[in-house]
């Protein structure tokens, strides 16, 4: 256990005013902070609130000691990434090497810069919000076996309740994980009618989504979806869309899509002229448009 992490968690845990906002997901090294003692520094009056991810969402509390003052729910998937949020103004975050999280440096460490945590802090109300409530006295029950069924109808409710929020506030998409955009972009292709397969998170071949759909004549494309989840002031460039379309030749796809959050540099708009139908660019507007189309 790092040393310099257990003083800045105590420090702010201590220094907190009104509220603790926690993320605990079983894939990073989280639990063992949570089990060490440094939490018994927390005011028992302010608002802790503890949303479950990953193993520990199930009723299976091994190697995990809940806290007994806080209100817990239970994600309806893994965040891939745990985060104690301090007064709202201050996020210690927990993640895997290799996780992009909201510009801020992946691995251990606190974060103080407003725009970030307000990244941090949206990220927490959405899952927060579509998650499932957890009474402390549940969290002692033996574990329950979830059948694939139940799994898929509370991940359909969180990405409903998810479109409902970014139809209220489109610029929370930028608040979303990598991951979580990718599924996203995939939950509304569905509701446009196609049929879609999200590639695996540790293999990147390139594009994150395999699509197909029928033209109105009965004809059906195939199309490779890629999805960046960028800042506004972050377009995508060329090299991204050329990159795509050769994908799209190798594999003798009928076309491939970029979607952002962002928006598309000259170079790239120009590419996508060149080369026509077979390349589509979707930006900000675009994805906002998809989302009041498709939610009610």
């Known amino acids: 256990m790092k040393k310099p992490i257990i003083h800045d968690l105590s420090v702010s845990l201590m220094g907190a005013s009104y509220s ?19 939490f018994g520094v927390v005011d028992r009056r302010i608002r802790t609130r503890v949303i479950l991810s990953g193993k520990l969402s199930s009723r299976s509390t091994e190697n995990f000691e809940p806290l007994h003052f806080a209100d817990y729910r239970r994600a309806p998937f893994p965040s891939e990434m745990s985060s104690v949020i301090v007064d709202r103004e201050e996020a210690i975050v927990f993640s895997r090497p290799g996780t992009d999280l909201f510009g801020a440096s992946a691995g ?14 949206n990220h927490f109300e959405m899952l927060w919000d579509a998650s499932k409530t957890a009474l402390y006295q549940d969290l002692d029950d033996e574990a329950k076996t979830i059948h694939e069924s139940s ?9 409903e309740s998810l479109l409902v929020r970014l139809r209220q506030d489109p610029g929370l998409l930028h608040a979303l994980q990598p991951r979580q955009f990718e599924e996203v972009v995939q939950h509304l292709l569905r509701k446009l009618g196609h049929e879609t397969t999200l590639t695996p998170a540790t293999k990147d071949g390139g594009y994150d989504l395999l699509s197909t759909y029928k033209t109105p004549s009965g004809i059906s494309i195939l199309c490779l979806v890629e999805c960046k ?3 506004p002031e972050r377009p995508v460039g060329v ?9 799209v030749e190798q594999h003798r796809a009928n076309m491939g899509m970029v979607v952002t959050t962002s928006r598309f540099t000259s170079g790239a708009q120009a590419f996508q002229k060149d080369v026509g139908y077979r390349m589509d ?8 448009n998809w989302i009041n189309q498709t939610t009610k």
Do not use: C, H
């Open 151 to 159: 799994i898929i109808t509370s991940i359909t409710d969180f990405e």
């Open 281 to 288: 660019l979707r930006e900000f507007k675009d994805l906002s």
């Open 108 to 121: 251990i460490g606190k974060i103080t810069n407003p725009e970030i945590v307000s990244n941090y802090v």
């Open 20 to 38: 603790i906002d926690i993320i605990a997901d079983e894939s990073t090294d989280f639990v063992q902070y949570m089990n060490s003692g440094v």
């Open 229 to 231: 989840r960028y800042a």
């Open 239 to 247: 090299n991204w869309v050329r990159s795509l379309y050769g994908l």
